[in-house]
Nanobody, 127 residues
Framework: QFQLVESGGGLVQPGGSLRLSCATS????????IGWFRQAPGKEREGVSC??????NYADSVKGRFTISRDNAKNTVYLQMNSLKPEDTANYYC??????????????????????WGQGTQVTVSS
């Protein structure tokens, strides 16, 4: 049974950092693309970053500030978020894409590409 559990969210001041974790179980992490998404109140869910065997992908709004990584031995994907801004405030979700070919680079959309989702962790950037 696919399971993804996010952690690491919290309240941080602008310019600060957080590291989110996505602990996975029920599948072999190395065979799947994992994406991080976020949804702010009143806004649509959007792709933030993803990682697959082929490489990584980032939304323009987070390039240079966020870094995605994975530890297959720990079945965990991380999102290191630096230089956080108030507009980064959102509920952050990780999701698994079981349809992507191993030879393909992961994508940040459409959302239906990802078929297994976690429950989310809240990130609030505020002074």
């Amino acid at each position: 049974q696919f399971q993804l559990v996010e952690s690491g969210g919290g309240l941080v001041q602008p310019g600060g950092s957080l590291r989110l974790s996505c602990a996975t179980s029920g599948f072999t992490l190395d065979y799947y693309a994992i994406g991080w998404f976020r949804q702010a109140p009143g806004k649509e869910r959007e792709g933030v970053s993803c990682i697959s065997r082929r490489g990584t992908n980032y939304a323009d709004s987070v390039k240079g500030r966020f870094t995605i990584s994975r530890d297959n031995a720990k079945n965990t994907v991380y999102l290191q978020m630096n230089s956080l801004k108030p507009e980064d405030t959102a509920n952050y979700y990780c999701a698994a894409d079981s349809k992507l070919l191993l030879s393909d680079l992961c994508v940040l959309g459409p959302l239906r590409q990802y078929n297994y989702w976690g429950q989310g962790t809240q990130v609030t950037v505020s002074s």
